[in-house]
T-cell receptor, first 115, second 114 residues
Framework: AQSVTQLDSQVPVFEEAPVELRCNYS??????LFWYVQYPNQGLQLLLK??????LVKGINGFEAEFNKSQTSFHLRKPSVHISDTAEYFC?????????????FGEGTQLTVNP | DTGVSQDPRHKITKRGQNVTFRCDPI?????LYWYRQTLGQGPEFLTY????????KSRLLSDRFSAERPKGSFSTLEIQRTEQGDSAMYLC????????????FGEGSWLTVV
């Protein structure tokens, strides 16, 4: 069974600083990878996804992520964060065709941007 | 596009009561999903429909849980004989063919069992 590990439960940063949220997955077969953001009392919004092709994926709000197959990682980065980026971020994986349409989520990383 | 709608947004119920949540997906989305999210955790897959057919169910979906999508449009999730452990946010989502197309989530229905 696939699993997703988000290595940091909380990441505090100052405004305009760069940030990296780390995600590792376990799977020996092809995967599709996703990052979602959740603001308080709201549902999840897709930031970006990797299905195939270029390993560097650009998403909304200036976020990007790099798929590293050898390290089974999909870390999320932003070069300069804003106060409004404060939210919970979830990494998720879908494994090939064997898992149907289910997404497996990590436990989340709370990003707090301080002034 | 009005997004995925869920109702009610919050529900407080006594242990042992039945509750039902409704989800209206984005129109023309043939796939509909239910997830459960507890505090401090990521969402966990419960079940999904393609049109009116329930194609996949998680082991988390015990016999007390039942989901329907009778006409391939809105869906209901019923929990019978609620337990305190059922307290969570129940998220509905919809999509066209996945993973090529995005899964869009609703704002969730919070359930508190007292």
């Amino acid at each position: 069974a696939q699993s997703v590990t988000q290595l940091d439960s909380q990441v505090p940063v100052f405004e305009e600083a760069p940030v990296e949220l780390r995600c590792n997955y376990s799977s020996s077969v092809s995967v599709y990878l996703f990052w979602y953001v959740q603001y308080p009392n709201q549902g999840l919004q897709l930031l970006l996804k990797y299905l195939s092709g270029s390993t560097l994926v650009k998403g909304i709000n200036g976020f990007e992520a790099e798929f590293n197959k050898s390290q089974t990682s999909f870390h999320l980065r932003k070069p300069s964060v804003h106060i409004s980026d404060t939210a919970e971020y979830f990494c998720a994986v879908k494994v090939g065709r064997t898992s149907g349409s289910r997404l497996t989520f990590g436990e989340g990383t709370q990003l707090t941007v301080n002034p | 596009d009005t997004g995925v709608s869920q109702d009610p947004r919050h529900k407080i119920t006594k242990r042992g009561q039945n509750v039902t949540f409704r989800c209206d997906p984005i129109s023309e989305h043939n796939r509909l999903y239910w997830y459960r999210q507890t505090l401090g955790q990521g969402p966990e897959f419960l079940t999904y429909f393609q049109n009116e057919a329930q194609l996949e169910k998680s082991r988390l979906l015990s016999d007390r849980f039942s989901a329907e999508r009778p006409k391939g449009s809105f869906s209901t999730l019923e929990i019978q004989r609620t337990e305190q452990g059922d307290s969570a946010m129940y998220l509905c989502a919809s999509s066209l063919q996945f993973p090529r197309n995005t899964i869009y989530f609703g704002e969730g229905s919070w359930l508190t069992v007292v």
